[in-house]
Nanobody, 123 residues
Framework: VQLQASGGGLVQAGGSLRLSCAAS????????MAWFRQAPGKERDFVAA????????FYAGSVKGRFTISRGNAKNTVYLHMNALKPEDTSVYFC?????????????????WGQGTEVTVSS
């Protein structure tokens, strides 16, 4: 599967953005999806994950209550709705996919990655 992330940009603190990750192929609904982020000079961190059916979601503590992950299997797309953005949310955001087992918080367990979309939150 190939992944294409989009929707990043510059936003003021307190604002909102919606990231999208479009997947190629006919088997999108069998993949568990996730968003990770990586700030300059830092490791890639887990943000949110969603099961293949959309029935289970997981969030990092730092974004819980502010971010929502969702998916539209008919559109082969996973979304990250980001509200109440903070300057510390500034990062490049990556979407990722894995087919086996379930969604994971570990980046090493994902097989496919999008190219990343940059989010900058100004104070």
């Amino acid at each position: 599967v190939q992944l294409q992330a989009s929707g990043g940009g510059l936003v003021q603190a307190g604002g909102s953005l919606r990231l999208s990750c479009a997947a190629s192929g006919r088997t999108f609904s069998s993949y568990h999806m996730a968003w990770f982020r990586q700030a300059p000079g830092k490791e890639r961190d887990f943000v949110a994950a969603i099961g293949s059916s959309g029935g289970s979601t997981f969030y990092a503590g730092s974004v819980k209550g502010r971010f929502t992950i969702s998916r539209g299997n008919a559109k082969n797309t996973v979304y990250l709705h980001m509200n109440a953005l903070k300057p510390e949310d500034t990062s490049v955001y990556f979407c990722a996919a894995r087919r086996q087992y379930g969604p994971s918080t570990l980046s090493s367990l994902y097989d496919y990655w999008g190219q990343g979309t940059e989010v900058t939150v100004s104070s």
